[in-house]
């Protein structure tokens, strides 16, 4: 069956003044469906028999067709778009593709603007066209089969106060960064570096933005260095600074600054003063 908004192979089965058809093997004439790639898209080599991968939508006459370009966002994903245009019945994203993407009213969280980004997935309507909706969080799948401490992309797409920053991993699982492990600002729409650190029993992910204890002992000694080195060799932090003093001057939590505190005492780098942190290699 041919689908719409996805990626899928195809076999060149007719040839025609409008472009190729493309179906599915075995393929027969009379009951096999097939699609229109336009001469636009098709290649000079591309013969009979032979397969492309293709994504299936309807074109602004609202006749399903095919193309060999791979749109920003394909069901099952989510993605960042930019508005291109409001009008009084939605608006209109740019997705890489001749038709624009429709955002109807109804699937907006926020009233959008042009020129502007928005998170948001891609499904089908009720008269079988492609639309995107901002309420993207049942669009996104569980991921069970992801390892701990696998180190992936997640395109944060809710800020939560109260929960912490609701990421999808990859751009299609479920995903979170618990509160206790933010340590700067992230806005809704960006892309950030992310690792798993427990699958729930569910298939939801728990992230951070951090690497494993000894890959991020040795980012956090370097950033603590460099802090001293920014303060002209010293730094007012010690072990009885509280864990808000070392995330507002840091970013990091009060057993990551200790855990850098002791990689550097260990490679003897800094001396501890009992109102501070002095470096001996400062000039």
């Given at each position: 069956?041919?689908?719409l908004g996805?990626?899928q192979?195809l ?7 409008f472009?190729?058809y493309?179906?599915?093997l075995p393929?027969d004439p ?10 636009s898209?098709?290649a000079?080599e ?9 994504f ?5 006459k ?8 791979r749109p920003a966002?394909?069901?099952g994903e989510?993605a ?6 409001v009008?009084?019945?939605?608006a209109?994203l740019n ?8 955002l ?8 959008v603007k042009?020129g502007k980004?928005y998170?948001?997935?891609l ?9 995107a909706?901002?309420?993207v969080y049942?669009?996104?799948q ?7 401490n ?13 929960y912490?920053i609701?990421?999808?991993v990859?751009?299609k699982y479920h995903?979170l ?6 340590y700067?600002n992230?806005?809704v729409?960006?892309?950030i570096?992310v690792r798993?650190t427990?699958v729930?029993?569910d298939?939801k ?5 951090r ?7 040795e980012?956090d000694a370097k950033?603590?260095?460099?802090a001293?080195?920014a303060?002209?060799?010293?730094l ?12 507002n001057c840091l970013?990091?939590?009060k057993a990551?600054?200790?855990?850098a505190?002791?990689?550097?005492l260990?490679e003897g780098?800094i001396?501890?003063?009992?109102n ?6 400062y000039?």
């Amino acid at each position: 069956m041919i689908e719409l908004g996805i990626i899928q192979e195809l076999t060149v089965v007719e040839t025609s003044d409008f472009g190729l058809y493309l179906g599915e093997l075995p393929y027969d004439p009379a009951i096999s469906e097939k699609i229109l790639l336009p001469n636009s898209e098709v290649a000079e080599e591309m013969k009979l028999g032979d397969t492309v991968s293709v994504f299936v939508y309807k074109d602004t006459k609202d006749r399903p067709v095919a193309t060999l370009k791979r749109p920003a966002i394909v069901l099952g994903e989510i993605a960042p778009l930019e508005v291109l245009e409001v009008t009084n019945i939605g608006a209109f994203l740019n997705w890489g593709l001749i038709k624009d993407l429709f955002l109807p009213f109804k699937e907006q969280t926020v009233k959008v603007k042009a020129g502007k980004t928005y998170v948001v997935g891609l499904y089908v309507d009720k008269t079988e066209r492609l639309c995107a909706t901002m309420k993207v969080y049942n669009l996104l799948q569980n991921a069970s089969a992801l390892e701990v401490n696998k180190t992936t992309k997640g395109l944060v797409y809710q800020v939560s106060d109260e929960y912490g920053i609701f990421v999808a991993v990859e751009g299609k699982y479920h995903g979170l960064i618990p509160k206790r492990e933010i340590y700067q600002n992230y806005q809704v729409g960006e892309w950030i570096d992310v690792r798993v650190t427990r699958v729930r029993p569910d298939g939801k992910l728990e992230l951070s933005v951090r690497k494993q204890i000894n890959g991020q002992m040795e980012v956090d000694a370097k950033k603590l260095l460099d802090a001293i080195h920014a303060q002209k060799g010293f730094l007012n932090l010690h072990d009885k600074s509280s864990p808000i003093e070392i995330k507002n001057c840091l970013n990091m939590s009060k057993a990551s600054f200790k855990r850098a505190v002791g990689r550097l005492l260990k490679e003897g780098v800094i001396e501890l003063k009992p109102n501070g942190i002095q470096s001996r290699i400062y000039q």
